[in-house]
């Protein structure tokens, strides 16, 4: 059981740094962290649509592997104890 807790913890803090990333590299909206970088101005040489939407998969497929890390450790510390 400890190497399985030490494989989700490393999954863990790999997802939590690579999605903090991907959601850094999303185009702006208006506002926020993304116009802080330069994504408020607008330009023609902005990300195509094929390439946002991979964005936009790839963030949602992380996001659903950190969240399962997450739980996945809950229940390792919870049932540890018994």
Sequence with gaps: MPILEFILQ???????????????LHKGRG?????MF?????SSLGSSGLAERNLNRFTVVLA????????????????QGV
């Design 10 to 24: 490393v999954l863990l803090g790999i997802t939590s740094l690579l999605l903090t990333l991907l959601i850094l």
């Design 38 to 42: 330069g994504g408020g101005m607008t």
């Design 64 to 79: 659903l592997a950190w969240f399962v890390a997450v739980v996945a450790l809950g229940l390792i510390t919870k049932f």
């Design 31 to 35: 506002g926020g962290l993304s116009d």
